[in-house]
């Protein structure tokens, strides 16, 4: 069982920044997804179990980066922020293998969400 909790949203003006927490109660391959009301899930941003690799949606490649802790805390610090990247965020944690990232149905635990509404 791996707890996940999130911290870090609200509202800021566009172009601005905001730095979501994830604190794990263990270390594993670990994403960040959003949804947006009437929408589905979507990826964000994944890391690996070590921090070697990281990976992202196109919509926020370049203005978000995730990273992670050697206390098994998650980040995504989010810049440049635009209306369209309000939502909830979640944090999700895989422990089994999976050639798969984006899809949030190879994440095992999730967070109970963050929100973050960015103001025009």
Request: aromatic residues 14%; hydrophobic residues 30%.
């Amino acid at each position: 069982q791996v707890q996940l909790v999130e911290s870090g949203g609200g509202l800021v003006q566009a172009g601005g920044s905001l730095r979501l927490s994830c604190a794990a109660s263990g270390r594993t391959f670990n994403g960040w997804f959003r949804q947006a009301p009437g929408k589905e899930r979507e990826f964000v941003a994944a890391i690996t179990w070590g921090g070697s690799s990281t990976y992202y949606a196109d919509s926020v490649k370049g203005r978000f980066t995730i990273s992670r802790d050697n206390k098994n805390t998650v980040y995504l610090q989010m810049n440049n922020l635009k209306p369209e990247d309000t939502a909830a965020y979640y944090c999700a944690a895989r422990i089994s293998y999976s050639y798969s990232y984006s899809q949030p149905s190879v994440y095992d635990y999730w967070g109970q969400g963050t929100q973050v509404t960015v103001s025009s």
